[in-house]
């Protein structure tokens, strides 16, 4: 079986703290470059919300990852692909 690690903090990923989107809270997530560490794009009603979400996150329950929440509030953005990922 091939081992793989994370991108950015280079943790062996096991069926424990591999991330999934099983959910669909997740737009999109990835490690940033250069790798010091990610982001996750989501969607959420609420920051209580978010919260929920990530004391969910395996690499939150495992403590391999901090967490920095940043609200977004779009001013500018192509309708059409907007759409798309947030349907």
């Known amino acids: 079986m091939e ?3 994370c991108q950015s903090c ?3 990923l096991t069926d424990n703290n591999k991330g999934t989107n099983a959910d669909g809270d997740f737009i999109v997530s990835g490690a ?3 790798r010091i560490g990610g982001v996750i794009m989501m969607k959420a009603e609420n920051r209580a919300a978010v919260d929920a979400i990530i ?3 395996p690499f939150n329950i495992n403590g391999i990852a901090d967490y920095r929440i940043v ?3 779009p001013t500018m953005f192509c309708e059409s692909i907007l ?3 947030l349907r």
């Open 10 to 12: 280079g943790t062996l």
């Open 3 to 5: 081992q793989k690690f």
């Open 32 to 34: 940033q470059t250069p």
């Open 71 to 73: 609200g977004l509030d």
């Open 83 to 85: 759409y798309c990922l």
């Open 55 to 57: 004391a969910q996150a």
